[in-house]
């Protein structure tokens, strides 16, 4: 286990639901982060926290709503999404905010949005 | 901003033989680069990686080379076995910027036995 954990495994929701993914870090990192992983193509970084700040934020439509409300707990809020956002979504942490600093995987949360 | 390209998008080969999956990157400033191993059901994993000041680094039956003036880079994996069988993912940044991880689109490495 990478010490990343997140919650649901799976997710099923309709375009109308409003559902959130939770990840913990158990390392005591300062930065998380979440990435969308769809198929046959890079991973793609969505939002950057550090020490419960976010500090990046790479044109993500506002049906994804993320909230960091420590430095081991980040979530992602959903709503209204659309099927084309049916994919993986990973998070990570890591021990400071630049790129060379290591990012730890969690197993991720497959969603699929019908 | 950076560019990543990974070759090929996916890789058979025997158990036994050797694979290299290659990656090449757009912007020169990038000093840092990481693979991650994503196994079937988890999330990437890093196994290696190099920064510029250094042409090649092995680990075991791993190695990354790196050709800044050409800017490539690769993996390479000797003697391979089942348990390699993974999807790999290169990545590129600036070390010491706030810059993130650029990452390739990733090689499925099947190894049969």
């Known amino acids: 286990e990478t010490g990343v954990t997140q919650t649901p495994r799976h997710l099923v929701m309709g375009m109308t639901n409003k559902k959130s993914l939770k990840c913990e870090q158990h390392l005591g990192h300062n930065a998380m982060y979440w990435y969308k992983q769809s198929a046959k193509k890079p991973l793609e970084l969505m939002f950057v926290?550090?020490?419960?700040?976010?500090?990046e934020n790479n044109s993500v439509p506002s049906r994804f709503s993320p909230e960091c409300p420590n430095s081991s707990h980040l979530f992602l809020h959903l709503h209204t999404l659309q099927p084309e956002d049916s994919a993986l979504y990973l998070c990570a942490s890591s021990q400071g905010i630049t790129g060379a600093d290591t990012q730890y995987f969690g197993p991720g949360t497959r969603l699929t949005v019908l | 901003g950076e560019n990543v390209e990974q070759h090929p998008s996916t890789l058979s080969v025997q158990e036994g033989d050797s694979a290299v999956i290659k990656c090449t990157y757009s912007?020169?400033?990038?000093?840092?680069f990481p693979w991650y191993k994503q196994e079937l059901g988890k999330g990437p994993q890093l196994i290696i990686d190099i920064r510029s000041n250094v042409g090649e680094k092995k680990d075991q039956r791993i190695a990354v080379t790196l050709n800044k003036t050409a800017k490539h880079f690769s993996l390479h994996i000797t003697e391979t076995q089942p348990e390699d069988s993974a999807v790999y993912f290169c990545a590129a940044t600036l070390s010491g910027s706030a810059r993130q991880l650029t990452f390739g689109s990733g090689t499925q490495l099947t190894v049969l036995p």
């Open positions: 926290y550090s020490l419960e700040e976010r500090v």
């Open positions: 912007d020169s400033a990038s000093n840092y």
